[in-house]
């Protein structure tokens, strides 16, 4: 199991803190967000910041990341403000 955190804005979108699932890559993480969270866009997945274990992973196939059991995943945004 992999454990996956929504972060700031998508957090407070879709009221989703944190779940785990059963996943052997990031795109497996998206399938099943699919199947459990219909109502997520996965626009804002794709457009949020991706953190696997603290670290960020921007290169383009970010979603085809492997994963092993105990990783953590954290979805956020940057969020600023005055």
Known sequence: M???KFMNLLR??????????PAKD???VLE???KTYPQV???DLYQAI?????EKVSHR???ETPLKP???VVFTNFVGGG
């Not at 991706?50 to 603290?54: D, V």
């Open 26 to 28: 990031m795109q497996a």
């Open 70 to 72: 105990g990783d953590i």
């Open 2 to 4: 992999v454990l996956v």
């Open 32 to 34: 099943y967000i699919k």
């Open 41 to 43: 866009r996965f626009e």
């Open 50 to 54: 991706l953190f696997i274990n603290q």
């Open 61 to 63: 196939k970010r979603f």
């Open 12 to 21: 407070s979108k879709y009221n989703i803190k944190s779940f785990e699932c």
